[in-house]
């Protein structure tokens, strides 16, 4: 899951080597981290969060396949 938000994130950004993400795992459940420039948080999260949201949705997708509860969080 580290991966693709890793993708998707660069692909959004100005500065896609700013881009950091971490993965944290405890059983099924896996909390990815995202951290861009603050400059670049506009554009991660979108008009009222909907890229963000689109984000964890793509991301819910594939995680369903590989039966996982994964956590998407932005953070500063």
Same mark, same amino acid.
């Given at each position: 899951?580290?991966?693709?938000?890793? =993708? /998707?994130? &660069?692909?959004?950004?100005?500065?896609?080597?700013?881009?950091? !993400?971490?993965?944290?795992?405890?059983? +099924?459940?896996?909390?990815?981290?995202?951290?861009?420039?603050?400059?670049?948080?506009?554009? =991660? /999260?979108? &008009?009222?969060?909907?890229?963000?949201?689109?984000?964890?949705? !793509?991301?819910?997708?594939?995680?369903? +396949?590989?039966?996982?509860?994964?956590?998407?969080?932005?953070?500063?």
């Amino acid at each position: 899951m580290k991966e693709l938000v890793e =993708v /998707i994130a &660069k692909a959004l950004v100005e500065k896609p080597e700013e881009v950091v !993400v971490t993965e944290e795992t405890d059983g +099924k459940h896996v909390t990815v981290k995202l951290k861009v420039d603050p400059s670049d948080m506009g554009k =991660v /999260i979108g &008009k009222q969060g909907r890229i963000a949201k689109a984000i964890r949705s !793509v991301v819910k997708a594939a995680s369903t +396949k590989e039966d996982l509860f994964v956590d998407v969080d932005i953070i500063e």
